[in-house]
């Protein structure tokens, strides 16, 4: 059995951002057991700034293998140099890992200057070559930012992946790839996309607000941040969410 733990838009930037993200990565430090990997599914900063990575890197220092990739509002070469420890570089940031019993790929589906999300060629190709180099009994997760489906609610889907037909082309010809996980969205979703599962994470530093819910703006600041687990057996992936309470310190959830 394959456990991952996912969480997507941290955003940090003010006390409010690193209170909420503290208390995820405090529930996470505090579970009894190593996960096989935490994914965090970009905007790991706010504003795309060198001491909004050095802060987030620092919350994000966990004890179980964790592995982040860039969003709308990060900036890929502070990502690489303050966040990941690399050079420098303005190409996109795509990372694999190939765990025991499964492959995860991080795709960088951001677009410099853009918020809406595309995979170019040169990640679509680095895709392709970390799947065909998998054995076909390996189940390879991918996780990128921007959801590659509408997910009915304006805002974001105005700003969501584009250019998705290639993506689909590409899993249509690697059953071995067994779902996507993405973030973007600011609310726990699931739906699918070439025929696998899209899990998108709830956001960590606000919920977004559904167009048929009653109040004012795009975002919820009143939610408390949450994220997703997900198992991996031979029976499928199972998916489960759990709420974090800032005020109830580390390693407390419901």
Not at 138 to 146: K, L
Request: net charge negative; glycine share 12%; proline share 8%.
């Amino acid at each position: 059995m394959i456990v991952i733990a996912h969480l997507s838009d941290v955003h940090v930037d003010d006390a409010r951002s690193v209170e909420r993200t503290r208390a995820v990565a405090g529930y996470l430090q505090g579970l009894p057991y190593e996960l096989d990997a935490v994914v965090v599914t970009g905007d790991i900063a706010d504003h795309g700034l060198a001491q909004e990575y050095e802060v987030a890197r620092e919350l994000l220092e966990l004890r179980h293998p964790t592995f982040v990739c860039p969003g709308n509002h990060d900036e890929r070469d502070a990502f690489r140099r303050h966040l990941l420890g690399r050079e420098s570089g303005s190409g996109p940031i795509n990372q694999v890992h190939r765990g025991d019993g499964f492959v995860l790929a991080l795709c960088d589906s951001s677009v410099p200057g853009k918020d809406h999300g595309e995979l170019d060629e040169e990640t679509l190709g680095w895709l392709e070559y970390v799947l065909a180099g998998t054995p076909g009994d390996t189940p390879v997760i991918v996780g990128f930012h921007h959801p590659p489906v509408p997910l009915h609610v304006p805002y974001v889907d105005g700003i969501r992946l584009f250019g998705e037909e290639r993506l689909a082309e590409l899993a249509e010809r690697y059953p071995r790839l067994v779902a996507f996980l993405v973030g973007h969205a600011h609310t726990a979703a699931a739906s699918s996309f070439a025929g696998r599962p899209v899990l998108v994470a709830p956001g960590v530093v606000s919920t977004v607000r559904l167009p048929w819910e009653p109040g004012d703006g795009v975002v919820r600041l009143d939610e408390p941040p949450a994220l997703a687990f997900h198992v991996l057996d031979e029976g499928g992936l199972t998916t489960h969410f759990r709420v974090v309470t800032p005020e109830a310190g580390p390693g407390l959830g419901r």
